[in-house]
């Protein structure tokens, strides 16, 4: 038998700590729609790293435009990248090795590599579950987000008399 004893003196190997999680709940840029969405909504800018909108030629991350506000636009102008995986949010507590590049990044949102359904019967827009998306920012930061909701509260269960363009979403910075 061979024993082995720690000293006091060394701490206890801990494992890394989760990412903190910050919910941004209703983000809407002053208008809303309800039943079909139609049409181009006023973009909204956003800084993950304020955590705050942002101004059109301001310090932004991500605008949300497009149809209802689905659109995601990375910033390629300050070299802001982002890249959608079919992976659970929840799993990601780091950054992942990925390449950013301008051909796979910039705009998402109900394609093969979006983050949303759009039924055209009941035309409600629902996140993919198990859609994360990831961006690198100009400089060097790296965050995951989660879609949540388009609609007013976020409801469980959406219907097409909900208000539209308010958006909820969950984000993180990975280390």
Not at 109 to 114: D, I, P, S, T
Request: charged share 25%.
């Amino acid at each position: 038998f061979i024993l082995s004893s720690c000293s006091k003196n060394e701490e206890p190997r801990s494992e890394p700590d989760k990412p903190q999680d910050i919910f941004v709940r209703d983000l809407n840029n002053g208008h809303f729609s309800t039943g079909q969405p139609s049409g181009i909504a006023k973009p909204i800018y956003f800084s993950l790293q304020k955590n705050a909108e942002a101004k059109a030629d301001g310090d932004w991350d991500i605008a949300f435009t497009g149809l209802a506000n689905t659109l995601i636009v990375s910033n390629s102008k300050v070299g802001t990248w982002m890249k959608v995986l079919n992976v659970d949010y929840d799993k990601i507590d780091r950054k992942p090795s990925l390449s950013y590049s301008e051909a796979e990044s910039g705009n998402i949102a109900n394609y093969e590599n979006g983050w949303y359904t759009y039924d055209v019967q009941t035309h409600v827009v629902e996140p993919i579950k198990g859609k994360t998306i990831f961006l690198r920012t100009g400089n060097g930061k790296y965050y995951k987000i989660k879609m949540i909701s388009i609609y007013e509260g976020a409801p469980a269960y959406p219907t097409s008399s909900d208000k539209t363009t308010f958006l909820t979403f969950q984000f993180a910075e990975l280390e």
